[in-house]
């Protein structure tokens, strides 16, 4: 940034489009990305910021004054300015709302009575619906007079005399029909509306299932009050498929990566702390067996291998279960059949090991009974890790926990805290 | 499966769609996948083939003969094939290519000469191209002979007199112009056709920075072979996102998890393997400094909270640089920013901790030169685990090794060793 001067980064800025902005402001350090977002023009900042992830929009809106706030979202679609809005403090909020005509004010305040993951709170209102008893012939001059058609727009969405929501009207089949045909005898009505308040989640794999490039969003008496189109669906999967790596090692999947360092520290806290609690357990268990340990110093060599092999063991079953259960792969139905699958492995892995370690230890230490205990120990760890590492996750899921947070730090409190246990407790009892 | 009889799963059958089946059967252990497949329409086998993961499809396949899958695949897409044809073994392979008519054979035949994760190999031959040099009256007029248009068509792709992309005609523009316009002027040229080659990851960066819905693919010059749709691209951002998730625990994102127990456990044990290398690394250090131990068990007890906590810390920051190098939100330019970052998050929390878990040991074994050994080697440990966290991925990336794969286990060899150096150290120099 300071290598360039601020006429070469507007004349950069001119040749990309938005989300690429967007991107280079997320992935710029704090002051340096203050002055490039002084640099982009104020025209282009509203869309650049509905790509930008939650943190790091709230840190570029933290510059701007209410005024130009309203100025910036001046040309966005509804649901760009409720996305916007969320991220506003209350009077901000109602300087932008206040800014607004009543159909756009009507519009953004409906999107946020929604909590922002469910289908209201993705919907555009930017959409268009045609009567079904109306003949293509119709349609097609009420497009042409419209002159221009929101983006992304594949299908248009049918209502009845009501006004509620009966099927779409694919612009394929509108481009393949007699002009007369009447749209009620063309639309597709095999896809329901999406209810307002249907998790994100679901509305992606409502998508999927269905292979669908928009779908409308309904209310509870089946009026259409907005759409959703495959670009929110695209954005939804990327951000659940994140949550499961970055929950795993306690982080948020919106987090902005240059965020300031005390802030990071303070977040990350928590989960070292949750840690420090398991570690300390696993070290009061060592604790029980000082006296082995004294006697045969060994075991204090040993013990972090027998515990770092069920760490490994059971986040391998873990991570597979974790991944079918967000997929929706694993119900109750088929989750005996995947655990003993999965205990299984872990028994074929821990006979394999027990045998490879025994040896190695024999070689390393010469001591017969040695060898044989640490093969034990390695072969219950493992067998122990595979079942663990599935149970946890299904268990922290029929409690509502998410089990891509917690599963890691249980799993390893359970590996670490039962080998050494496994494995100091069997010394104890036969060398000692 | 056991407590429904086959009419009832044929008819649970009849009212679901092919994505559905498809999960189904992924989420079925191998015996009773064997029996819902075989419950399963023939006419709908190809099209539930094309949602499997590739392990899945490769056992479902497995149960049919050559003329079966020639049957199976009849109505399929030419990409779809594609896929499945990839799946056989080369002799079933000649007999499914020699089954289709010249056209669709060559379409296939090309498709297998690109690499499945390149546009090539991705891409459907199933398009509509039109002249640029001809007026959307014309072009009207053609799709209406057509009578159906491919499934998610958004836009036609138009050619000049040489069959050469020159860019798209959306189908709300043909909507909303006049008849008598020129193709050539109202076409989008924006959007370049993806080269053939190019990665699939490097495709669905550019639908998701340009919002397309379907994009053209072309050869070096520049000839339309066929097209991608937006579909394909969810395909891929699902599966890119997932492979990080499973990669850091040594697994196959197209793993089947009701893979037999004995193949699971073959491939899991590779990982181990390499596990076990590290993991005897750190217990040589261990090693090292036993004669310390035998005199000061306490040492023995603490050591692994000091492992741990670094282990964590350093996970936290290599996760989210990582998720950066994979979003391509972390380049050379910003690198060191990011460092420094994390550097000095690693800094404040090693102070914290250090402070706070010092005077926990301080408590447990009332030694005031123990708790102030312990607390510097945390502090050592968590300033160390921050800066290694952040500088594996790095250099993994930078040596074009997969961070997601290899940087846990990399990291973990260092907190663990340096850990235990660290703390036995200055402990056997201090107290001894």
């Known amino acids: 940034v300071e290598s360039h001067n601020l006429e070469q980064i507007k004349d950069l800025f001119s040749h990309l489009v938005e989300e690429e902005i967007a991107e280079i402001l997320e992935s710029t350090p704090l002051k340096e990305r203050q002055i490039l977002w002084e640099?982009?023009?104020?025209?282009?900042?509203?869309?650049?910021?509905?790509?930008?992830?939650?943190?790091?929009?709230?840190?570029?809106?933290?510059?701007?004054?209410?005024?130009?706030?309203?100025?910036?979202?001046?040309?966005?679609?509804?649901?760009?300015?409720?996305?916007i809005a969320q991220s506003l403090d209350s009077s901000d909020q109602q300087t932008l709302l206040a800014s607004l005509d009543e159909g756009d004010r009507n519009a953004v305040e409906m999107a946020l009575t929604y909590p922002e993951d469910t289908a209201g709170g993705l919907m555009s209102t930017d959409l268009i619906s045609v009567r079904a008893d109306v003949s293509l012939d119709v349609v097609l001059r009420y497009l042409r007079t419209l002159g221009e058609?929101?983006?992304?727009?594949?299908?248009?969405?049918?209502?009845?005399?009501?006004?509620?929501f009966v099927g779409s009207l694919k612009l394929t089949v509108l481009l393949t029909h007699d002009e007369d045909t009447l749209v009620q005898t063309v639309l597709d009505s095999h896809i329901p509306g999406i209810r307002a308040f249907t998790p994100a989640k679901e509305v992606a794999h409502f998508f999927e299932k269905n292979d669908l490039l928009s779908a409308a969003v309904v209310n509870e008496t089946n009026q259409i009050l907005g759409r959703i189109t495959?670009?929110?669906?695209?954005?939804?999967?990327?951000?659940?498929?994140?949550?499961?790596?970055?929950?795993?090692?306690?982080l948020d999947e919106d987090e902005d990566i240059f965020a300031p360092a005390s802030r990071a520290a303070k977040r990350r806290t928590f989960w070292l702390g949750i840690?420090?609690?398991?570690?300390?357990?696993?070290?009061?268990?060592?604790?029980?067996?000082?006296?082995s340990i004294e006697k045969i110093v060994a075991l204090a060599i040993l013990m972090?291998?027998?515990?770092?092999?069920?760490?490994?063991?059971?986040?391998q079953t873990?991570?597979?279960?974790?991944?079918?259960?967000?997929?929706?792969?694993?119900?109750?139905?088929?989750?005996?059949?995947?655990?003993?699958?999965?205990?299984t492995v872990g028994l074929f892995n821990g006979v394999i090991w027990a045998v490879l370690t025994g040896l190695?230890?024999?070689?390393?230490?010469?001591?017969?009974?040695?060898?044989?205990?640490?093969?034990?120990?390695?072969?219950?760890?493992?067998?122990?890790?595979?079942?663990?590492?599935?149970?946890?996750?299904?268990?922290?899921?029929?409690?509502?926990?998410?089990?891509?947070?917690?599963?890691?730090?249980?799993?390893t409190t359970v590996t670490d805290s039962l080998g050494f246990f496994v494995f100091l407790g069997l010394a104890t009892i036969v060398l000692l």
């Open 230 to 250: 495959i670009d929110d669906v695209v954005d939804i999967i990327r951000e659940e498929a994140e949550h499961a790596q970055m929950a795993s090692a306690g």
């Open 149 to 164: 058609l929101p983006e992304s727009t594949a299908e248009l969405f049918v209502r009845d005399r009501e006004g509620k």
């Open 304 to 315: 972090p291998i027998i515990a770092s092999m069920g760490g490994i063991a059971g986040t």
């Open 275 to 291: 840690n420090l609690l398991t570690a300390i357990f696993a070290s009061m268990v060592i604790g029980l067996f000082d006296a």
């Open 360 to 411: 190695a230890v024999l070689f390393w230490f010469s001591d017969v009974a040695l060898s044989l205990i640490f093969a034990s120990a390695m072969l219950i760890n493992l067998l122990v890790a595979a079942f663990a590492g599935a149970m946890i996750p299904l268990i922290l899921q029929r409690m509502k926990i998410d089990p891509a947070l917690a599963s890691g730090l249980m799993l």
């Open 318 to 343: 873990a991570t597979i279960v974790i991944r079918a259960l967000a997929t929706g792969k694993l119900a109750r139905s088929n989750s005996r059949s995947l655990l003993i699958k999965e205990t």
């Open 39 to 83: 640099a982009v023009e104020s025209t282009r900042q509203g869309e650049i910021l509905t790509h930008t992830n939650d943190e790091v929009t709230a840190n570029l809106l933290g510059s701007l004054e209410a005024h130009e706030i309203v100025e910036i979202t001046e040309d966005l679609e509804t649901d760009d300015i409720a996305d």
